[in-house]
C-alpha cells in the first residue's frame, strides 16, 4: 500500500493565545474555503461573524482551544480546530443512545475526548495552483 505524498508540506500547531497571533491567516483560509457560502449572504458564515466565533473561541477563559494549519511551500494550504471537552461541557446534550448508559457514555474529564470542530482547506490549495 502506497500513500501519496505531498512534497513541501508541514504542520504548525496553535494553543489559543498563539492562534489568535496569527487571526489574519485563519480569516484567509476561511474565506477560501467558504466562498459560495458567504456569496450566499447568510449572516451566520460571514466572515465578521465567523471570526467572532474564532475570537470566542480563543478567549484565554474559554478552555484549551487547539488549532493546526498545514502549509505547503510555506502557504498556508488549510486549517483544523477543536478543544478537549471538559466535565461540564455540553457537547453530549442532545445526544440519544439506542442503547447502553448515556452517563458513561457522556461523562467527560478533560482527557477523554478531543472534540474537532472545523477542518478546512481552500478550494484551491497551493499544490493545485
Known amino acids: ?3 501519496d505524498v505531498i512534497q513541501g508540506l508541514t504542520f504548525n500547531h496553535y494553543t489559543a493565545s498563539r492562534a489568535r497571533g496569527i487571526r489574519d491567516t485563519v480569516e484567509s483560509i476561511y474565506r477560501s474555503a467558504y466562498i ?6 447568510d449572516v451566520f458564515v460571514a466572515p465578521d461573524a465567523f471570526m467572532r466565533r474564532f475570537d470566542a ?10 488549532l493546526v494549519v498545514g502549509h505547503i511551500d510555506g502557504v498556508p494550504a488549510g486549517q483544523t480546530w477543536g478543544w478537549p471537552l471538559t466535565s461540564n461541557s455540553r457537547w453530549w446534550t442532545n445526544l440519544s443512545l439506542d442503547s ?30
Do not use: K, Q, V
Not at 459560495?36 to 449572504?41: E, P, V
Not at 448515556?102 to 499544490?127: I, K, Q, V
Open 1 to 3: 500500500m502506497s500513500a
Open 36 to 41: 459560495d457560502a458567504i456569496d450566499s449572504g
Open 57 to 66: 473561541y480563543t478567549e484565554p477563559r474559554a478552555g484549551s482551544f487547539e
Open 100 to 129: 447502553g448508559d448515556r452517563t458513561a457514555f457522556t461523562t467527560e474529564d478533560g482527557t477523554r475526548t478531543f472534540a474537532l470542530s472545523e477542518s478546512w482547506c481552500p478550494r484551491s490549495s497551493p499544490a493545485e495552483a
